[in-house]
């Protein structure tokens, strides 16, 4: 039972436009939110991370919003660059005594086109 | 060096032999994460240590996947018996506590595939 889900395996762009990934999750405790990207053959890069006391974090081109009444997050990246093109995974994890492993969705595939 | 470390990169081997898989963690990072990521799949917990305890076990897939932290340092996840479906990329995430506001920081991954 997927807890963590991005529906859509993939994402085309034209360069400068706005990408728009999106994630949604199924455990109410979750509390912390957290995008990767991935390079083919590298391990996932942190990229940005959003607290559920927030609904808008923003980092330069990117920006996370969560709706925690549709337990729905995206991120958009604007404008969108060819170094973008990668595969985006949400994650998601919440707090408790100890560390909670991060839940990661299946990811979603940008490829941003010149 | 800077990142987090693995080794090897790829592995090939025949089922029903045993696998070590070794990371490095970034230097003193003190919690040490190891997922896999099977074929179209998104990464699946597997362990997590804290120093060289490990609260955290939930995710082994079955009595044939161990690891062991020496320290804060080195970890090696061992695989007994291969089995094909245990065919996927293996990768270690490092962190300088276990708190959901460290980011964890990734290998580049094993590679295992099981003929």
């Known amino acids: 039972d997927q807890q963590v889900k991005q529906n859509s395996p993939s994402l085309s762009v034209q360069e400068g436009r706005i990408s728009i990934l999106n994630c949604d999750y199924t455990n109410s405790m979750f509390d912390y939110f957290l995008w990767y990207k991935k390079y083919p053959a590298e391990g996932p890069t942190f990229l940005i991370s959003?607290?559920?006391?927030?609904d808008k974090n923003e980092d330069g081109r990117f920006t996370v919003f969560l709706n925690k009444s549709a337990k729905h997050l995206s991120l958009h990246i604007v404008p969108s660059q060819p170094g973008d093109s990668a595969v985006y995974f949400c994650a998601a994890t919440y707090r408790n005594s100890g560390n909670t492993p991060l839940v990661f969705g299946k990811g979603t595939r940008l490829s941003v086109i010149a | 060096g800077a990142g987090v470390s693995q080794s090897p990169s790829n592995k090939v081997t025949e089922k029903g032999k045993d696998v070590e898989l070794r990371c490095d963690p970034i230097?003193?990072?003190?919690?040490l994460y190891w997922y896999r990521q099977r074929l179209g799949q998104g990464l699946e917990f597997l362990i997590y240590?804290?120093?060289?305890?490990?609260?955290?076990k939930s995710g082994l897939p079955s009595d044939r996947f161990s690891a062991e932290r020496t320290g804060e340092s080195v970890s090696t996840l061992t695989i007994q018996r291969t089995q094909q479906e245990d065919s996927a990329v293996y990768l270690c995430?490092?962190?300088?506590?276990?708190?959901?506001?460290?980011?964890?920081?990734f290998g580049d991954g094993t590679r295992l595939s099981i003929l």
């Open positions: 230097s003193g990072h003190t919690a």
């Open positions: 959003i607290s559920s006391i927030k």
């Open positions: 995430a490092s962190s300088r506590w276990a708190g959901n506001d460290q980011p964890q920081h």
């Open positions: 240590f804290q120093g060289n305890s490990a609260p955290d």
